[in-house]
């Protein structure tokens, strides 16, 4: 039966510690879409605003180093969470091999987005499966969950690719979260991330 508790955020010496109200937690894929929605409706408007707020941060510096650890040691295979970081939500996918295997299965040729778009990594490498994915948890995927069109967030587990589709104006992204249909014209991001236990990872 799936875990129903919700897993812990916590702090770290510099890192910035999340309320767990900010935290969605997809138990089942029902779950997951009715937050996705929510978090759709929201970032609706969101997105008009956040210029605005960029420009009244007092402290950009700040917010720079703010980092967030996430205890994932509750999640099971095929469950997600969005978090946020800097204000903008992040999906961590725990991914099933069928969605492993079916990223690493397209021709890096017939992708939109020849780049991983990783923080992590050099800025000219190829979005192949393994440079998207968490380094050395490749079934971990953790990426900002903001639709590199026009800003919407994209809901999980669903278009055509199986990974996310955003409703805003029908961009697809697979399980690697790689742009492959739609208006979108870059990958999903990859934030900067290590893990620092065997179930914990700072984003930022
Ligand atoms: Fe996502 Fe336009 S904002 S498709």
Not at 7 to 32: L, M, N, Q, W
Not at 142 to 147: D, E, L, S, T
Not at 180 to 194: E, F, T, V
């Amino acid at each position: 039966m799936a875990d129903t508790t919700a897993h812990p955020i916590t702090a770290s010496p510099g890192a910035k510690r999340i309320d767990p109200h900010e935290v969605g937690t997809d138990i089942s894929r029902r779950d997951f879409l009715l937050i996705a929605t929510g978090a759709f409706v929201a970032v609706g408007a969101a997105a008009a605003i956040w210029p605005f707020l960029d420009q009244m941060n007092p402290d950009a510096s700040a917010l720079a180093l703010a980092s967030v650890d996430i205890d994932l040691s509750g999640m099971e295979e095929g469950q997600s969470i969005t978090v946020m970081w800097r204000g903008k939500p992040v999906f961590i996918r725990y991914r099933t091999e069928a969605e492993i295997q079916a990223a690493r299965e397209v021709p890096l040729d017939g992708l939109r987005d020849a780049l991983a778009r990783n923080a992590n990594l050099d800025p000219n490498a190829p979005a192949t499966d393994e440079n998207r994915a968490a380094p050395g948890n490749e079934a971990w995927l953790i990426q900002v969950g903001v639709c590199t069109h026009l800003g919407c967030v994209p809901l999980g587990q669903q278009g055509n690719f199986g990974g996310w589709f955003c409703p805003c104006h029908g961009s697809h992204y697979d399980t690697a979260g790689r742009i492959r249909l739609g208006p979108a014209p870059q990958n999903l991001p990859i934030p900067p991330l290590a893990f620092i236990g065997e179930s914990e990872v700072r984003i930022g």
